[in-house]
């Protein structure tokens, strides 16, 4: 487990190399995945391992497998908590304890086409923070509020990439 010194040893460097360089500061990110060829599912490269995603059983899944939409409110959850986490190390500020839980709401009709109204994708997502600390609530505000803007999960779904679908 990293220690918040060693976090801190760790980013100086960084922080001096992308000021003076900011083209170096930018990383390309992939996720690769293969179809199923006999179930309904995909098998996506993590990093750590294969994922198999597959239906909802909103929409029909037997539940064995990780639904996307899980993994999208799981991705916002660990990113949020580590940024938290790495920003109180950087401010001092002490975390007897943090927890983060979101919570997203979809109407799966229109995933299913059945329903032209109902939106594709969650409608809303809440994240609410759970702070043990001798810190005061406006230390713990400013806290929630620089994790909100950090939080590279967060920010793309706020913010929405430029979004390109091709076939290659």
Do not use: W
């Not at 009709?109 to 594709?120: E, F, H, K, Q, S």
């Amino acid at each position: 487990m990293m220690e918040a010194s060693d976090l801190l040893a760790r980013c100086r460097p960084l922080e001096r190399k992308y000021s003076a360089n900011p083209a170096s500061a930018q990383v390309v990110f992939r996720s690769r995945g293969r179809v199923d060829p006999e179930g309904v599912a995909c098998r996506v490269e993590t990093g750590h391992g294969i994922t198999v995603t597959g239906l909802h059983r909103a929409t029909g899944g037997t539940g064995a497998d990780r639904a996307a939409e899980d993994m999208l409110l799981e991705a916002l959850v660990g990113c949020a908590g580590v940024t938290l986490k790495a920003i109180a190390a950087r401010e001092g500020i002490v975390l007897d304890d943090a927890q983060i839980e979101a919570e997203g709401v979809l109407d799966f009709r229109g995933t299913l086409g059945i329903a032209d109204d109902a939106p594709v994708g969650f409608s809303a997502i809440r994240l609410v923070f759970r702070i043990a600390s001798d810190a005061d609530d406006a230390t713990l505000d400013a806290l929630i509020a620089a994790t909100r803007a950090r939080c590279v999960v967060f920010q793309t779904l706020t913010c929405m990439p430029e979004l390109v679908v091709a076939r290659a």
